[in-house]
């Protein structure tokens, strides 16, 4: 049987009416599903973009650790356009950041340099006295990486970094205006003739 029509202003009539009652629970969901549906998609963009940088990083770091150089163009330059072409336009070339450190063996990547004395790091100081300068910058580090595109039969890791900016007001209100994407790639370069480069 079919509820009568809400006519009446009486409160016993308007406390039974259900006229309406679609509109007042879409007006508490929207809102939780508009964040969540804007959420999904700038979290799919994200993923999105992490991954094909993270694969462009890869197949970049191929070029890297053959040493060839494109005519024009620095090792580096030629991989952050290689970067920018497979990333489909997502990413601001000009903000693309790529740094490079050389390892003499797997075993030192992210490894401090060691330590004289003290003989536990840090051990701030003097190089050679009280710690083993392995990269040559003058100070110690804790990681003993030297910055650089290495030579021939050289441990390089690549690592890429890009500041996504966040483009829907709440989300970023909520995970902050940036999110620094980084995608990292380990190589031995060939055994290039560096004179040939």
Known sequence: MPKPPCTSNTLPHLAACESGIAALEFAFIAPVFILLLMGIIEFSMIMFTSTVMESATNTTARLGKTGYVPPGLSRAQAIIENIENRTLGL???NKITLSNQIYSNLDKIGQPEPCI???SSPCPGTA???FQDIN???QWDPDMGKAGEGGAGDIVVYTVSYPWKVNTPIVSSIIGSTITLTARTVVKNEPFNSGLQ
């Open 91 to 93: 990413l601001d070339p």
């Open 117 to 119: 004395n003290p003989t």
């Open 128 to 130: 050679g006295v009280n």
């Open 136 to 138: 040559g910058n003058g």
